[in-house]
Each structure stands twice: as C-alpha cells, then as structure tokens.
C-alpha cells in the first residue's frame, strides 16, 4: 500500500465524474461563509482540487523514505501522470483548467518524489562513517 500513489485516487474520481455525471463537477456543493459576508461556492471539481493538494502534500513527505516501495510509488506516480497527460489531451470532457491543474499536481508529485529521493539517496552516500 506504501507504493500507491495517492493521486491515483483524484485523477480516477476526476475520470469516473466527467464520464458518468459531469454536472457534479460543475454544480456547487456547498457554501461557506466567510467574515465578509460573500460566500466562498465549492464545485464539484473545485473539492477534487482541494482533495488532490492534500493528497499531494502526503506524497511529498513520503517520497521523502528511500525504500523500495518508496522508488515503485515513483515509477507508478510517473503512470499516473501519463495516463491524466494523455486524458487531458485526448478527451473533450477532460479538456479543462480543473483536469489541467490536476494534471499539474501529477508533475508535480513526479518531479518532487524523484527530486526529494535523490537528494536523500546523495547524502545518505556522502555521509562519513
């Protein structure tokens, strides 16, 4: 369970939504109020978003282990991305600034878990026993 990337889970929901009930990720959810009496709107895709930065914080600081359920989440976080590029590029209902930031989030995960290893895999061999 370690090597599953967890915005495996944004980008399927994300999927699943656009394909079945695209309306949900366009209608608002719910509203929160706030001091200034405007009402922040949460669309559907909007609470995906927000599910997918938590999701991509938690990846960040696994990717900090070297493992090898930790370089199989790389590899499998790299699949991932692939798939939600060629989504974004290939199907009309995908074809948005919510899929796109999603997508985004997807690099990012990649860049950061091979960046964030490597850098831990670097001291680790230049620590002096």
Do not use: K
Request: hydrophobic residues 60%; glycine residues 6%; charged residues 10%.
């Amino acid at each position: 369970m370690a090597s599953f990337p967890l915005l495996a889970v944004v980008v399927v929901l994300y999927s699943i939504f656009a394909l079945i009930a695209p309306g949900w990720l366009t209608a608002v959810q719910f509203e929160m109020p706030l001091l200034s009496g405007a009402a922040l709107r949460f669309q559907g895709g909007d609470l995906l978003l927000v599910l997918g930065l938590i999701l991509l914080c938690v990846e960040v600081y696994r990717a900090t282990s070297s493992s090898r359920g930790a370089i199989l989440n790389h590899v499998l976080s790299l699949v991932v991305f692939i798939i939600a590029l060629i989504e974004l590029l290939v199907m009309p209902r995908m074809a948005n600034m919510t899929f796109f930031l999603i997508v985004l989030m997807a690099v990012s995960d990649v860049i950061a878990g091979f960046t964030v290893t490597i850098s831990s895999s670097r001291r680790d061999w230049q620590r002096p026993e």
